[in-house]
């Protein structure tokens, strides 16, 4: 699946998140291992990068381990699949700061079958997917593979040759969609996630990617998402156990000034996902340092900085933290 990779720009009198590009430093390997799990057997893990396009495979061993080599440094989102049933996804950050000497994350994902059931996406294979011809899910596969070998213009062609054979393919135009989001094109990326919902109807992935990008586009013109918020509530309410799509309704809500809302799903987000890519622990910390909590905003900027210690917005954090002590 090419769902993840939506970073949404969003602001707050904390600071001002905006999409950003990892910085070219070495590449790092990402050491992960699955555990829960009562049996390992069907068990596969997609890795896909958030700020910029990649998707990769792997293979999951008999001690429930698994390893993707030379990565950029950014946001990943791991998801564990099992077929037939569903997926468990968390955000893992690889970053130098966070890797052993030998340049290695390492990264523990908890997986239950109950969490997967509920979540669905690449576990099932839906009665629209079944119509698709397979000369255009050749294609499709063949994207996938140019983003593995870092190639987002070629998996592109592949795609839309995808959708040129088949119209109809919802997933091939949210797979453009998240393509065009990471490349900077927001009404492009718009665009496609609106023909694979018209395609696809009941398709989640492009339906909390809409969310996500319509909100994006409010906050960069400094008005209310009012038009993204019915799209971020049906996500939540088709998955209500999905981390992205209630952090996606919690920024909503925040950007609404409903902030009793906006921390309702917020929190959700965090228990689904701790090392959740919109950081909602920052978003919290503004509602408690609104409401002159302050021990509870102090909190969540510690937890950002220990998930995330040398991220794009860590001196701003600290800051923020300094401040906040000093005023206790």
Sequence with gaps: MFRTALAVAVTSTVLFAADRRPAPVANLDLQGKITGATSL???????????????????????????F???VPG???????????????????ISASVADPSGVVHATIPYTSGEAAANPNGGLISVHQLSIPATASAKYAEARKRLAAHDPDGAVHMLEE?????PEFAAAWNALGVIAFQTGDDERAEAHFRKALDADPGAFEP???LGGVLL???TLKKEAPAEALPFNQRA???RPEDALANAQLGMNYFKLDQFDQAEQYLLAAKRLDPAQFYQPQIFLA?????RGNRRAAVRELEEVLAIRPDGPLSDSIRHNLAQLTAAR
């Design 41 to 67: 057997r069907s068990l596969r893990v997609n890795l896909f990068g958030v700020e910029v396009p990649y998707v990769e495979s792997a293979e999951v061993n008999r001690s429930g381990e698994f390893r």
């Design 69 to 71: 080599r030379s990565l």
């Design 75 to 93: 946001n990943y989102t791991v998801a564990v699949v099992r077929n037939g049933l569903g997926e468990v996804r968390r955000t893992v950050v």
């Design 162 to 166: 995808a959708v040129s054979l088949a």
């Design 207 to 209: 339906l909390v990617n």
């Design 216 to 218: 994006k586009k409010a």
């Design 236 to 238: 939540v309410r088709d």
């Design 286 to 290: 503004e509602i408690y340092t609104r």
